[in-house]
DNA sequence: CTTGACCTTCCAATGATGGGAAGCCCTACT
DNA sequence: AGTAGGGCTTCCCATCATTGGAAGGTCAAG
């Protein structure tokens, strides 16, 4: 086991922190690594290759389960172009959806703000309009698909 | 109690399920509703009324905290317009830069897509450049706090 | 032989929502 | 009057990726 690495230099050199590393075992992402005697945890420069490819999926925004489909064909090498390009492919268009709504709920907020006096009286439109009844306020549903959990 | 629904009522005609309205009442977002003697929740259309305007506000992407505030302000006659401006202000600047990341997720990987065959050889641009050690595949660190739960 | 930095496992929380089970309530129909 | 059904109740669990912490074992240097 020459050029062994334990996670902590894993992590640093691949940009995957420790705590995901482990997760990533548990769940099935990546192979049990090997262990020295006392537990520790293995890596070789193969398997830190391996997790550099899984952050910059998840820099592209991947799942897990895109990104394990992504392993896969990574590592088949009869693999066929056209597959790695539906996983992709299925994920511009989740992405370019996400954006539109994004964009439409950007439109509505900046619609709210033009008459808004941004003053100390209590007059205000923004309010105004969410408590509108007849306003359904964009009224494409949005909630848990497309995660909001903070910054939405 | 006249002019009282059912929460069956109320999801139908506020648009919030009534297990997000039994939710919002358990974390303190609205009040408790009254109650029948077998236990049943009461609503008023003051309260259905409550529930369109959360209902707006998640629509328009804005947090549980927000939307906590905002009710807050919308019930305060004294409130300030930049009081309001200011809560709108940090979800639309917050929503910004999410567009922004997403856009240049989609930019990375529309550049991956530029050589790619979509053919049944292996050769895949794709995979090339997510091992490819010296890509950083736009290094920005994206992950939970922005939400990719599924789609992204 | 101690100290401190690292490693281990396990459990919990995040945020908004959905799903389901077990059981009570109410109305309508036989 | 009894029953079928649908709606209501509470409680727990799952999602998804990630972080945090506690309790304890290991290793290297001083």
Redo the contacts between chains.
């Keep these: 086991m020459k050029h062994s690495h334990t996670i902590g230099e894993a992590a640093a050199t691949s940009?995957v922190s420790a705590k995901m590393i482990r997760h990533y075992e548990k769940i099935g992402l990546i192979e049990a690594a090997d262990r020295t005697d006392a537990g520790y945890r293995l890596y070789t420069p193969a398997d830190i290759?391996t997790l550099?490819?899984v952050r910059?999926?998840?820099?592209?925004?991947?799942?897990v389960d895109d990104i394990s489909e992504?392993l896969d064909?990574?590592k088949n090498?009869?693999?066929?172009?056209?597959d790695?390009?539906r996983v992709?492919d299925g994920?511009?268009s989740?992405?370019?959806?996400?954006?539109a709504e994004?964009?439409s709920?950007?439109d509505?907020?900046?619609h709210?703000?033009e008459n808004?006096?941004?003053?100390?009286?209590?007059?205000?439109p923004?309010?105004k309009?969410?408590?509108d009844?007849a306003?359904?306020?964009?009224?494409?549903?949005?909630?848990?698909?497309?995660?909001?959990?903070?910054?939405?």
């Excluded at 910059?56 to 799942?63: D, I, Q, V």
């Excluded at 090498?77 to 056209?82: G, I, P, Q, V």
């Excluded at 989740?94 to 954006?99: G, I, M, W």
């Design positions: 940009g290759h550099r490819f910059r999926a998840r820099n592209l925004g991947f799942s992504l064909l990574w090498d009869t693999r066929a172009s056209k790695v390009r992709a994920h511009l989740a992405l370019r959806s996400k954006a994004i964009h709920m950007i509505a907020l900046e709210l703000f808004c006096t941004n003053d100390e009286r209590p007059d205000c923004i309010l309009d969410l408590a009844d306003n359904p306020a964009r009224p494409k549903d949005v909630g848990h698909k497309f995660g909001f959990e903070r910054v939405c």
